[in-house]
């Protein structure tokens, strides 16, 4: 999994915080490569778990503080990613399923859900930033 420049939207806080989406799951993925024990993989995957939670959260945050009409339903697939990703978890806690696993399901989730709807928040914001600066230029 390599960071590209597609994935960079033009917002400071969300680019931030989805490199280190980026970085997190690939630690993931190098761990269980370099054979780490199963108490360091869980370690890792709770890490995961918590930083979704986390960025979902501050991802919301912008989304209200910038009045963005479609909140509810963005925040509706943060919602269901979090059940799947658990869902995950479980299966890797009852030695079901790899990380390896875990982290492909979440990167696929992760490039399609930046593209298709975290960059309707940042054309938003972007959008709502230069109409201010037009209309105080007036
Ligand atoms: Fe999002």
């Known amino acids: 999994m390599e960071w590209s420049n597609k994935y960079k939207l033009g917002h400071e806080v969300i680019d931030l915080e989805h490199r280190l989406f980026f970085y997190i799951m690939n630690s993931v993925e190098q761990a269980e490569a370099e054979g780490a024990s199963r108490n360091r993989m869980r370690s890792l995957i709770t890490e995961i778990v918590k930083y979704s939670e986390f960025h979902f959260l501050s991802e919301e945050n912008i989304m209200i503080a910038s009045g963005y009409p479609d909140f509810q339903v963005h925040r509706e697939i943060h919602q269901e990613l979090m059940r799947e990703l658990k869902k995950h978890v479980v299966q890797f806690e009852a030695g079901k399923s790899k990380p390896y696993e875990l982290v492909n399901f979440l990167y696929s989730w992760f490039s399609q859900h930046t ?12 959008t709502r930033a230069n109409s201010s600066k037009k209309s105080s230029a007036m």
Do not use: F, G, Q, R
Not at 118 to 125: A, E, F, K
């Open 115 to 126: 593209l298709d709807d975290d960059s309707v928040i940042t054309n938003h914001i972007n």
